[in-house]
């Protein structure tokens, strides 16, 4: 019963830390001045639009270049990002 309420907890604070860190990633990367217009952006016809599919192609860039993973790119690596805020939630 003990294991059962531990591993509720750390479930349920991963899916928190998940959360966050969407947020924030996402606010990161639309603010910081290297980086903008990644879901928040100008169409074709000069009006602005959410575009949430760029975000999670950003997001999950890490799974397929190698780039995301050296220490320049840990501001702009999602799952570092997750890890951090999983922490300081536990």
């Not at 952006?41 to 780039?67: E, H, S, T």
């Given at each position: 019963m003990q294991?059962?309420?531990?591993?509720?907890?750390m479930?349920k604070k991963?899916?928190?830390?998940?959360?966050i860190?969407v947020?924030l990633f996402?606010?990161?990367v639309e603010?910081n001045?290297y980086m903008t217009?990644?879901?928040?952006?100008i169409?074709?016809?000069?009006n602005?639009?959410?575009?949430?599919?760029n975000?999670f192609?950003?997001?999950?860039?890490?799974i397929?270049?190698l780039f995301?993973?050296?220490?320049t790119?840990?501001d702009?690596?999602?799952?570092i990002?997750?890890?951090?805020?999983?922490?300081?939630?536990?």
């Amino acid at each position: 019963m003990q294991n059962y309420i531990f591993y509720k907890y750390m479930i349920k604070k991963l899916i928190y830390s998940f959360i966050i860190s969407v947020i924030l990633f996402g606010l990161y990367v639309e603010l910081n001045p290297y980086m903008t217009n990644i879901w928040w952006r100008i169409n074709a016809d000069g009006n602005k639009q959410i575009v949430i599919n760029n975000l999670f192609i950003l997001m999950f860039a890490p799974i397929n270049y190698l780039f995301y993973w050296y220490p320049t790119a840990w501001d702009i690596n999602f799952f570092i990002w997750w890890m951090i805020i999983f922490i300081i939630l536990i």
